[in-house]
């Protein structure tokens, strides 16, 4: 029996370990950050809470007798990424990442691309008035000077009590989202920008086709390096990098009897 730890909170990772806990002869364990009140639980065993860095997960893998680990977190999750590799290495264990292709700027598209949250901040001064803001609560911290510009804010959960807050109004909502609801949304709202993370995949692009449609400017915040290893970018990927693993622990025991 192979154990295998999947680093989730993703659509994803829900979806691969749903997958993996099929697969006769592996025990799937997922870890959720807690970041959100009421996740979404993968099926299987889970965890959920921090680690408390690259020790602390090093432990766990090692207590817990993980052989293979998969990083499934989001792609601007980059302390999760750089501790799960670390760890990795310091039990010597395989480790995946499964990271979605980011989006790419087609035809009609107004994107403005910035490396930073700060940063898009900043290109949001003096040209702009209403905002879609995307970017989760633990950024809107980086918008409140911004008194000028009225911003529409969406999270799954609102910020603590004592959070500063960007002037304007707060939507809790979960993805997927849909392409008609979005325009709504920006139509409705007046909205003149569209700030967002580049975070890939089909959950939260359809606000990125209503802006193209709408001919409004998106600030694109591009994505942060990820460590070295390998990776995967669909979870059919990922079932493959598992089945040749469980092939060479397969090769390795009969070697050794």
């Not at 002869?25 to 997922?30: H, K, Y």
């Not at 809470?49 to 602390?56: H, L, P, S």
């Not at 990125?208 to 001919?215: M, S």
């Amino acid at each position: 029996m192979m154990r295998v730890l999947i680093l989730g909170g993703t659509g994803e990772a829900a979806e691969l370990a749903a997958k993996v806990a099929t697969i006769q002869g592996i025990e799937v364990i997922s870890s959720l950050a807690g970041r959100t009140r009421k996740p979404s639980v993968p099926l299987g065993d889970f965890r959920i809470g921090g680690f408390g860095g690259v020790t602390g997960l090093a432990k766990y893998l090692h207590q817990m007798n993980i052989d293979l680990l998969i990083d499934a977190t989001h792609p601007f999750a980059t302390q999760m990424a750089v501790n799960a590799a670390d760890a990795a290495i310091s039990v010597n264990i395989p480790r995946l990442k499964l990271i979605r292709p980011p989006w790419k700027k087609v035809n009609g598209d107004r994107w403005i691309e910035v490396d930073s949250i700060k940063s898009a901040a900043d290109v949001l001064e003096n040209q702009s008035q209403r905002v879609f803001l995307t970017v989760g609560r633990q950024e809107i911290g980086a918008f409140t000077h911004l008194n000028q510009i009225w911003f529409l804010m969406r999270m799954i959960d609102p910020p603590e009590p004592n959070a500063l807050v960007p002037p304007g109004i707060l939507l809790c909502d979960r993805g997927p989202f849909v392409l008609d609801n979005e325009r709504a949304i920006l139509t409705h709202h007046q909205i003149d920008t569209i700030v967002s993370k580049n975070s890939g995949g089909d959950a939260t692009y359809a606000k990125i086709i209503a802006a193209r449609e709408l001919k409004l400017k998106v600030v694109m915040v591009n994505r942060p390096p990820i460590p070295p290893g390998e990776e995967a970018t669909n979870i059919d990927e990922v079932l493959m990098w598992l089945w040749q693993q469980t092939n060479r622990r397969g090769a390795e025991v009969t070697e050794r009897e």
